[in-house]
C-alpha cells in the first residue's frame, strides 16, 4: 500500500492544527481493494473529556494519548458502508515527542490482543520539520 503525498499532507496538516494536542482521524477508501486511499477524515479526540470525568481511568488527556468517539466512529462506519467505503488508515499525531508506539497506546486501544499479530500491521512516520504521524492499518 502507497500513501499518496496529498493523503499525508492532509493529516499533517490536521495534526498542525490541533497542535499541541494529539489529532486523530482515518484515511478512508473503497471497500474491498487494498490499495484505495481517497480521503482523510479528521476525527474528535475525546481524551480531555473522558480525563475530566475519570482520571484514574483515563490517565492521560489530549497531549499525550487519543481516543476517538466511538459513537461518532459508528455513524462513520455506517455512512461509508453505504458509499461502499471503509476506514483503512486510522492516524494520530505525537507532538513534540517523535513517532513510536508507547505501551499506554497499545493498552488503551489493544487491551489483551496479542500484539504480536498485530505487530507487522504497524507503521511509525516521521514527516520533515519534525511533526510525527503514526499510522495504523
Known amino acids: 500500500m502507497q500513501i499518496q503525498e496529498d493523503i499525508l499532507a492532509k493529516c499533517h496538516s490536521h495534526g498542525v492544527e490541533e497542535y499541541p494536542e494529539e489529532a486523530c482521524g ?3 477508501g473503497v471497500r474491498g481493494d487494498p490499495d484505495s486511499l481517497e480521503t482523510v477524515w ?8 473522558l480525563h475530566e470525568k475519570d482520571p484514574d481511568l483515563y490517565f492521560g488527556t489530549a ?3 487519543y481516543l476517538i468517539d466511538p459513537l461518532e466512529q459508528l455513524k462513520l462506519e455506517r455512512l461509508l458502508k453505504k458509499e461502499g ?3 483503512k488508515i486510522i492516524y494520530n499525531s505525537h507532538p513534540d515527542v517523535g513517532a513510536y508506539f508507547s505501551e499506554k497506546i497499545k ?6 490482543v496479542r500484539l504480536d499479530i498485530l505487530e507487522s500491521n504497524f507503521w511509525s512516520v516521521e514527516q520533515p ?9
Open 26 to 28: 482515518f484515511i478512508i
Open 42 to 49: 479528521p476525527m474528535r479526540n475525546i481524551m480531555n473529556e
Open 63 to 65: 497531549r499525550d494519548a
Open 85 to 87: 467505503k471503509e476506514i
Open 107 to 112: 493498552r488503551i486501544h489493544f487491551g489483551m
Open 129 to 137: 520539520e519534525g511533526n510525527q504521524m503514526v499510522r495504523l492499518l
